[in-house]
């Protein structure tokens, strides 16, 4: 099986930045499309950014020119660098294993304990 975790979480102040990771173990060679998903208080869990094993990408439109989903496979490692932060970023985050990077629901896994992201006035 193949473990996910989270991490580069933190308080930032609006317009600033963060680059989140997304470690991989275990069965590492089965990894294909990776997914960072956020839930906020009070909303649904939403896909943020998504790549592909050649690295294809897909982003949520609220985010659209602000984040940057990459990967370094010899890592073993997904990044989302995050810019331009605002208040309604804040969330916790976390990655999942894909069927697809197009494909938002259907997951391998289970959800971890994510990172938290709070963006301050």
């Known amino acids: 099986q193949v473990q996910l975790v989270e991490s580069g979480g933190g308080l930032v102040q609006a317009g600033g930045s963060l680059r989140l990771s997304c470690a991989a173990s275990?069965?590492?060679?089965?990894?294909?499309?990776v997914g960072w998903y956020r839930q906020a208080p009070g909303k649904q869990r939403e896909l943020v950014a998504a790549i592909s094993r050649d690295g294809k990408t897909n982003y949520v439109e609220s985010v659209k020119g602000r984040f940057t989903i990459s990967r370094d496979n010899a890592k073993n490692t997904v990044y989302l660098q995050m810019n331009s932060l605002n208040p309604e970023d804040t969330a916790v985050y976390y990655c999942?294993?894909?069927?697809?990077?197009?494909?938002?629901?259907?997951?391998?896994?289970?959800w971890g304990q994510g990172t938290q992201v709070t963006v301050s006035s």
């Open positions: 275990g069965s590492t060679s089965s990894i294909n499309a």
């Open positions: 999942r294993q894909m069927v697809s990077y197009t494909t938002p629901t259907l997951l391998f896994g289970s």
